[in-house]
């Protein structure tokens, strides 16, 4: 496993060792121990998330506010254009975004920190998406940042308009949303 800086430091690519011929091929999607090692970093996940959807679909952006989850997210099957935007206020990389590819065909997965919105766009016709969190899914701490927020600016790859729910639909501008500390 190797993990790969972005322009945010505290966000990762993760490239897992992959072992493959001509019957197929075989990884390990998360081992504590080599994640650590890789990462420097030691988390407890508590809870694996699976979604699905169509291309077109953009989910996000979302955080917990209270109960911040930490994410380890990949695609098992097609590809998606995954962001995380860095909402610590105290951070000198506060309101700034990453973004990358990732896909069954890359099998790369993405650390996105608490203190973190997330969110993904699918590209291919259809897309499961996987991730891992370090704290319990809280409804009612859940906040929506837009995904178009042009101070954020996020270079989604997109072909016509995204298909939304109701509930991103409303994401707030990073100006008035509630953020960490």
Request: aromatic letters at 12%; charged letters at 20%; proline letters at 5%.
């Amino acid at each position: 496993m190797q993990a790969i800086p972005t322009a945010i430091p505290d966000v990762l690519i993760i490239e897992p060792k992959v072992f493959g011929d001509a019957r197929g091929f075989f990884f390990e999607s998360y081992n504590e121990n080599a994640f650590a090692e890789a990462t420097g970093l030691k988390v407890n996940f508590v809870q694996d998330n699976h979604s699905r959807s169509a291309k077109g679909v953009l989910r996000g952006l979302h955080y917990q506010l209270k109960q911040a989850q930490g994410k380890l997210v990949r695609v098992v099957r097609g590809s998606v254009y995954d962001v995380a935007v860095d909402l610590r206020k105290s951070s000198p990389t506060f309101g700034r975004w990453v973004g990358t590819e990732l896909s069954e065909d890359n099998q790369r997965q993405m650390w996105v920190p608490a203190g973190f919105a997330h969110g993904f766009l699918v590209t291919s016709e259809s897309a499961d998406f996987l991730y891992k969190t370090t704290d319990y899914y809280a409804p009612e701490q859940e906040r929506c940042i837009a995904w178009n927020d042009p101070a954020i600016g996020i270079q989604w790859p997109l072909e016509g308009a995204p298909v939304l729910s109701g509930k991103d639909q409303q994401g707030q501008l990073l100006a008035q949303a509630e953020v960490y500390a």
